[in-house]
Nanobody
Framework: QVQLVESGGDSVQAGGSLRLSCVASGSIFSINAMGWYRQAPGKQRELVASVTSGGSTNCADSVKGRFTISRDNAKNTVFLQMNTLKPEDTAVYYC???????????????WGQGTQVTVFS
């Protein structure tokens, strides 16, 4: 069984910083892409940033220059460093991982349970 567990969500004043972490555990053979999504009340879930196993990253335009995604492959962990936070960054942030359970098996996408980030002005 695979689990993704996020941590680091909190309430912070606008202009502040937070660092989210997500650890994938279980019977994992390999992890391809890992990423962070967010969902604000009344809005659809959106991609915030993603990173491949090789380290290539992709960020939403709304967070470029403020958020940085990174990962520790040895620890199956992905991080999201969020700086200069704005009230519009308020959302539940979800970790996502595309991974394989066996050497020749298909890839599956797993989600974490989400962590709340609240930015107040």
């Amino acid at each position: 069984q695979v689990q993704l567990v996020e941590s680091g969500g909190d309430s912070v004043q606008a202009g502040g910083s937070l660092r989210l972490s997500c650890v994938a555990s279980g019977s994992i053979f390999s992890i391809n892409a890992m990423g962070w999504y967010r969902q604000a009340p009344g809005k659809q879930r959106e991609l915030v940033a993603s990173v491949t196993s090789g380290g290539s990253t992709n960020c939403a335009d709304s967070v470029k220059g403020r958020f940085t995604i990174s990962r520790d492959n040895a620890k199956n962990t992905v991080f999201l460093q969020m700086n200069t936070l704005k009230p519009e960054d308020t959302a539940v942030y979800y970790c996502n991982a595309e991974l394989s359970l066996t050497s020749d098996g298909p890839r599956f996408r797993y989600w974490g349970q989400g962590t709340q980030v609240t930015v107040f002005s």
